[in-house]
């Protein structure tokens, strides 16, 4: 398979999984993206009047927080490359009642939009799903007006725990499982596209500061992840990106998974209350957008 078409297949099938966990993606009681997109709106600090761009938007727990601080003079854009994302979002933000956004289907590597035409770029959780994160990020700068900023969040990646999940899981889910996920998530792939720029902050941000960003900042603050019980957060997981694994994974070994899981889940639960635990996030906050190359001499 040649890298395009291998890229082609993996985004079909991050389109896919998507488009089948809108209707209920962030909707379960599973408290995670919502709070972890309302911390990087906090840091990334939008202002009244601003042009911002939410790549990989979802239902919006980034863009329709930081749409309503840039207020009536500003322009909010959430792009999704799922469909059923984008109508979804385009649903919350009529019924949160916000206006100043708009919502496309579009290809976060590759977004088709002005240069030069916005003053923050937002991604919560959407741009590891990038098989090449680092080309789009020299993509993102030249979106920006000058003074123009950066700000995403990524799981923090360690080698040795199953990838995009916290280290609790690393004993519940084999490694060997990970045939199941698509290739571009492979460790070897991983180390070459996303796990070692995005497990090693000096990695990170040399590789911002290659696309032009200046004044990386990289924050981990763990998000508290909470659930009714582990039966739930199951249930919850098909509606996120490990909906990727479930999906492929023969009958048996997910019955097996699943009952794994939701045992250990549920000895976190006190006193019958909700299973609560940390999930290492990292937030990524870099400004500076490079200046346009001088005009040719006439
Ligand atoms: C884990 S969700 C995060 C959504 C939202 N930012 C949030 O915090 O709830 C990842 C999102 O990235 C989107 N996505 C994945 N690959 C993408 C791509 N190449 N271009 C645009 N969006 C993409 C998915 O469709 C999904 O909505």
């Known amino acids: 398979m040649t890298t395009d078409t291998a890229t082609a297949t993996y985004k079909n099938k991050v389109t896919a999984a998507f488009n089948g966990a809108a209707a209920t993606y962030d909707r379960l009681d599973v408290e995670f993206f919502t709070p972890m997109g309302g911390r990087l709106v906090e840091l990334a600090d939008p202002r009244p009047g601003e042009r911002l761009l939410d790549v990989g938007c979802g239902l919006g727990a980034t863009l329709l927080p930081a749409a309503r601080l840039i207020g009536d003079r500003g322009r909010a854009l959430g792009i999704d490359i799922a469909e059923a994302m984008i109508e979804e ?67 923090v990646f360690t080698r040795d725990t199953f990838p995009f999940l916290p280290p609790l899981f690393t004993e519940l889910i084999p490694m060997s499982l990970l045939e199941h996920l698509p290739e571009a998530w492979h460790p070897e792939q991983l180390q070459k596209q996303l796990h070692s720029w995005l497990e090693d902050p000096a990695d990170l941000t040399a590789a911002l500061e290659k696309a032009g960003f200046t004044d990386v900042e990289i924050t981990d603050e763990p998000v508290i992840q909470t659930a009714p019980s582990g039966d739930a957060w199951v249930t919850w997981s098909h509606t996120q990106g490990m909906r990727l694994l479930w999906q492929h994974l023969p009958e048996d070994e997910a019955a097996a998974l699943r009952e794994r899981i939701v045992t250990a889940l549920d000895a976190l639960r006190t006193d019958g209350g909700r299973v609560r635990f940390e999930v290492p996030a990292r937030t990524h906050t870099a400004g500076g957008a490079r200046s346009p190359p001088p005009p040719p001499p006439r």
């Open 89 to 155: 979002a385009g649903k919350e933000a009529a019924r949160q009642g916000i206006a100043n956004v708009d919502l496309r289907v579009m290809d976060g590597e590759h977004p088709d939009l002005p240069a030069r035409s916005f003053d923050l770029v937002l991604g919560s959780y959407s741009v590891i799903f990038l098989p090449d994160a680092r080309a789009a990020l020299a993509r993102y700068a030249d979106l920006l007006a000058d003074g123009g900023r950066i700000a995403f969040t990524s799981p």
